[in-house]
């Protein structure tokens, strides 16, 4: 599903070179819950950004369902992103002045669905992540916890087989970020790839996999809590 190799991303500061992933190899299965922690700089957003393809590597491959990202231009990966890639940040990234509906129907406009239908899946996920009644809402009306979730289903409205959130409860109270974590495990439990940076060393637990990064580079990969005496909820 996931492959890196060799995959690097160095930012020039100053006059010189910082490796902010140096030499990362990684293979994620398909279908996996894969948790990524490690000290804040050790490069969990460089890697999030670069499997999502916001952001480019500088040396090395990454190859996503079959599609060796490097080699695709601006166009191709945005349209590659909008099909199969779910992405969610600590900051919610909602546009202000429109509706939750309007910030969940954004992903569908850009893949040219139908009015009709995109208003329908729009109120599906909206009422599965249990805030359809704030759907004529604009976002900054909504509580934090309630952000993050037209955030979640706007990541899940095209049914990606990769959601990426990169600490998606970081700005939430721990019984708020509880919830937020239970939408990502059922998402993670239809078969699908999860890849998840977190703080929180407890929703380890819940992946199936723990890859801690330390200076840029891979410094721990574990077996998680999930799956273990038949998943840990
Ligand atoms: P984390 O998400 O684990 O906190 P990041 O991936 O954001 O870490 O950053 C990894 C390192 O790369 C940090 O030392 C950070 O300062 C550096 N870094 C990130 N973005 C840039 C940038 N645009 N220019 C220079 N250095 C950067
Ligand atoms: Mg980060």
Redesign the pocket.
């Known amino acids: 599903m996931i492959s890196m190799s060799k995959l690097a991303r160095t930012?020039r500061?100053g006059d010189a070179d910082?490796h902010?992933?140096n030499g990362i190899d990684l293979e994620i299965a398909r279908g996996s819950f894969v948790a990524v922690v490690?000290?804040?700089?050790?490069?969990?957003?460089?890697?999030?950004n670069l499997v999502t393809g916001i952001d480019r590597p500088s040396a090395g491959r990454i190859v996503v369902e079959g599609s060796d990202l490097g080699a695709l231009d601006e166009s191709a990966l945005a349209r590659w992103r909008g099909g199969k890639v779910g992405v969610v940040f600590q900051s919610f990234q909602l546009l202000p002045t429109l509706t939750v509906a309007e910030n969940v129907m954004l992903p569908m406009d850009f893949l040219g669905v139908d009015a009709r239908l995109s208003r329908e899946r729009t109120m599906e996920i909206l009422a599965k992540v249990g805030i359809v009644d704030q759907a004529a809402k604009l976002p900054l009306a909504l509580s934090g916890g309630q952000q993050q979730r037209v955030a979640i289903a706007r990541a899940l409205v095209n049914d990606p087989v990769l959601l990426v959130a990169?600490e998606p409860t970081g700005n939430l109270d721990s019984r708020t970020a509880e919830d937020v974590l239970d939408l990502f495990s059922e998402f993670a439990d239809g078969g699908r790839t999860l890849l998840l940076?977190t703080h929180e060393r407890d929703f380890s637990a819940r992946a199936d996999r723990v890859i801690t990064?330390r200076d840029?580079r891979i410094d721990g990969d574990v077996s998680g809590g999930r799956g273990r005496n038949g998943g840990v909820r």
């Open positions: 930012y500061v910082f902010a992933l490690g000290k804040s700089g050790s490069g969990k957003t460089t890697l999030a990169d940076v990064l840029g």
